[in-house]
Antibody
Framework: QITLKESGPTLVKPTQTLTLTCTFS??????????VGWIRQPPGEALEWLAL???????RYSPSLKSRLTITKDTSKNQVVLIMTDVDPVDTATYFC??????????????WGQGTLVTVSS | DIQMTQSPSTLSASVGDRVTITCRAS??????LAWYQQKPGKAPNLLMY???GLESGVPSRFSGSGSGTEFTLTISSLQPDDFATYYC?????????FGQGTKVEIK
């Protein structure tokens, strides 16, 4: 059974760095084909894909946020970390992490974490 | 980036109605499209993948079709549990992109 859970601060000040952790179980990120991504959703708005990391450490980022995002994995801890620098109130959102399923040659999100609400405010 | 446009944005329907939601891509995504259902305060739940693949455990009243740039999600007989917001998402090209959502409300 695949489960994911996001953790991190609920309140961050503008210009600070946000660090979010996704802790998962039910799969290994060292297994071929595995991957975890991050998606966010501002209150009352649509979903926005942010970043993705694969088992082989291949990383993909949203072009609009690439300069501010870093995604890393710790396979020994079953964790994926997303770092967002220089946050702004427009970054206020619920942040989700999700597992990707491979149906060659493509991947898509199947299992999602419950999400964590991050508010950016002074 | 590939833009995903859903219509309608809001849909009012009654239990038992047949409901169709459309998703259009700004360029071809082949069949690499997923549909998610989201209820307030919850994470999205995968319904369909590869345009017409029904996710395990999802009721058969849900179906998907389309390829290229035009896709539909159909609920054959709307049930009380189906009142929610539905999102399409393309995964043919990075950046992966979502539609703006379609809210299905009780009429």
């Amino acid at each position: 059974q695949i489960t994911l859970k996001e953790s991190g601060p609920t309140l961050v000040k503008p210009t600070q760095t946000l660090t979010l952790t996704c802790t998962f179980s039910g799969f290994s990120l060292s297994s071929s084909g595995a991957g975890v991504g991050w998606i966010r959703q501002p209150p009352g708005e649509a979903l926005e894909w942010l970043a993705l990391i694969y088992w082989d450490d291949d990383k993909r980022y949203s072009p609009s946020l690439k300069s501010r995002l870093t995604i890393t994995k710790d396979t020994s801890k079953n964790q994926v970390v997303l770092i967002m620098t220089d946050v702004d109130p427009v970054d206020t959102a619920t942040y989700f992490c999700a597992h990707v399923r491979r149906t060659s040659p493509r991947y898509f999100f199947d299992y999602w974490g419950q999400g964590t609400l991050v508010t950016v405010s002074s | 980036d590939i833009q995903m446009t859903q219509s309608p944005s809001t849909l009012s329907a009654s239990v038992g109605d047949r409901v169709t939601i459309t998703c259009r891509a700004s360029q071809s995504v082949s069949s690499w499209l997923a549909w998610y259902q989201q209820k307030p305060g919850k994470a999205p739940n995968l319904l369909m993948y590869k345009a017409s693949g029904l996710e395990s455990g999802v009721p058969s009243r849900f179906s998907g079709s389309g390829s290229g740039t035009e896709f539909t999600l159909t609920i054959s007989s709307l049930q009380p549990d189906d009142f929610a917001t539905y999102y399409c998402q393309q995964y043919n090209n990075f950046p992966w992109t979502f539609g703006q959502g379609t809210k299905v409300e009780i009429k």
